[in-house]
């Protein structure tokens, strides 16, 4: 017969969508957090069918993905999204190019997951982006750059609240993190290792 641990005896007392909401991210032994990052895949992406190829490159890069999501966006939408834009010449234009078409957004997950998502998408203006880069590879035109990626971790989390509903958030697949990440229990682990300040 099985037998509950006390923490799956605690999960079974609690709601699903307050389960789900209130999922811990990975946390390493040293106490690194996984971020989350927002990720638009413009309507570009979608009609150019570079979706699966885009997200293939975050997933490549050791993201996960907790929630995915192909929708319409509305004027009201792309506005809040770019709202720190609203004084801009080009703010109409960018959010007009929001609306053009089906996007899809998606809300990543991993070790400094804002700042390695914004490294693949690269600048603005693909002719600035390195190869390698998904604008640098994929992109011609700055506004026609396929991406969208948070800034920063507040960005980030102001954005997941506009693109996604808290119970769209799944638990990131966690098979493969002891690869991944420093946690505690994996098989190569350094987490009794005195005085580990980090590659710096
Ligand atoms: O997307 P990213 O964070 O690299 O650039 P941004 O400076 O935050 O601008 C947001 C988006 O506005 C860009 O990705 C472009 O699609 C668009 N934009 C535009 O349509 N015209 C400009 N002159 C500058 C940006
Ligand atoms: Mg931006």
């Given at each position: 017969m099985l037998t509950l641990t006390a923490s799956a005896r605690f999960l079974r007392t609690i709601k699903p969508q307050r389960f789900l909401a209130s999922l811990p991210h990975v946390v390493e032994h040293d106490g690194t957090r996984a971020e989350r990052s927002l990720i638009l895949l413009k309507p570009d992406a979608v009609e150019r069918r570079l979706v699966g190829r885009i997200l293939s490159r975050f997933e490549d890069r050791g993201l996960a993905i907790v929630a995915l999501r192909q929708r319409m966006c509305d004027r009201a939408l792309a506005e809040a999204h770019y709202h720190e834009h609203?004084?801009?010449?080009f703010f109409g234009r960018a959010c007009a190019f929001l609306c053009a078409g089906p996007l899809v957004s998606a809300c990543l997950e991993g070790r400094g997951a804002v700042a390695a998502a914004r490294g693949l998408v690269g600048p603005t203006d693909p002719k600035d982006a390195p190869p390698g880069t998904i604008r640098g590879d994929l992109a011609t035109h700055w506004r026609r750059n396929l991406v969208h990626a948070s800034a920063s971790a507040e960005d980030a989390e102001r954005e997941i609240g506009l693109w996604f509903e808290s119970t769209d958030l799944c638990p990131p697949p966690s098979a493969l993190d002891p690869w991944l990440y420093e946690v505690p229990g994996a098989r190569i682990g350094f987490d009794d290792d005195d005085g580990d300040e980090g590659i710096s």
């Open positions: 609203r004084d801009k010449h």
